[in-house]
């Protein structure tokens, strides 16, 4: 089993849609949780850290249930510009250390 | 620009060969973390690095594969005998306050 699992999507979804991604990952010793963007062929940015009460931050929400080991990250009012991958992103402690990456979910929004 | 850097942005190198991909973390950082990016796969994390020192290298491959992070100057990821699986987008990045910080990244390709 992949330590940080995410459908790889793609998601094609117009202009103005909500959408919403899920990662699990199975290492219950997991104290950070991050959703980072990356473009095509460009490098990770970091889009928001997941804390245990929920997190927004303008038209995106995270949200972390450590029961069921499941993240999740929603995206209202789609732009085109939102066209990415996301990756889903733990580290098993809280300090700084390595990060393990799902694969990613790609996102389309379209006209 | 007090960003990672990262050179060659793109490196072609025949099989048999070695590449040597080179990083400078953040101003005033003194450690950097190498990640590797197989063609549509997530990134994986190679080996953390502070200066004269591996820190971490559980991601390294057995063979053919070195880092190290000298006093002075970058860090320097060496693959000596490259092959075709070789060829994949290595990035390294800085971290801070939990977020890291990926520079534009490598793009080796074996031929």
């Known amino acids: 089993r992949k330590e940080v699992e995410q459908d790889p999507g793609p998601f094609n979804v117009p202009e103005g849609a909500t959408v919403a991604f899920n990662c699990t990952y199975s290492n219950s010793a997991s104290q950070s949780f991050f959703w980072y963007r990356q473009d095509c062929r460009k490098e990770p940015k970091l889009l928001m850290s997941?804390?245990?009460s929920g997190n927004e931050d303008g038209r995106f929400t995270a949200q972390l249930n450590r029961a069921s080991q499941y993240i999740s990250l929603l995206i209202r009012d789609s732009k085109l510009s939102d066209s990415a991958t996301y990756l889903c992103?733990?580290?098993?402690?809280?300090?700084?250390?390595?990060?393990?990456f799902g694969t990613g979910t790609r996102l389309q929004v379209t006209l | 620009n007090a960003g990672v850097m990262q050179n060659p942005r793109h490196l072609v190198r025949r099989r048999g060969q070695e590449a040597r991909l080179r990083c400078s973390p953040m101003k005033g950082h003194s450690h950097v973390y190498w990640y590797r990016q197989l063609p549509e796969e997530g990134l994986k994390f190679m080996v953390y690095l502070q200066k004269e020192n591996i820190i971490d290298e559980s991601g390294m491959p057995k063979e053919r594969f070195s880092a190290e992070f000298p006093k002075e100057g970058p860090s320097i990821l060496r693959i000596q005998q490259v092959v075709r699986g070789d060829s994949a987008a290595y990035f390294c990045a800085s971290q801070y306050l939990n977020e890291a910080f990926f520079g534009q990244g490598t793009r080796l390709t074996v031929v």
């Open positions: 997941v804390y245990s």
């Open positions: 992103v733990v580290t098993p402690t809280g300090t700084a250390s390595k990060l393990t």
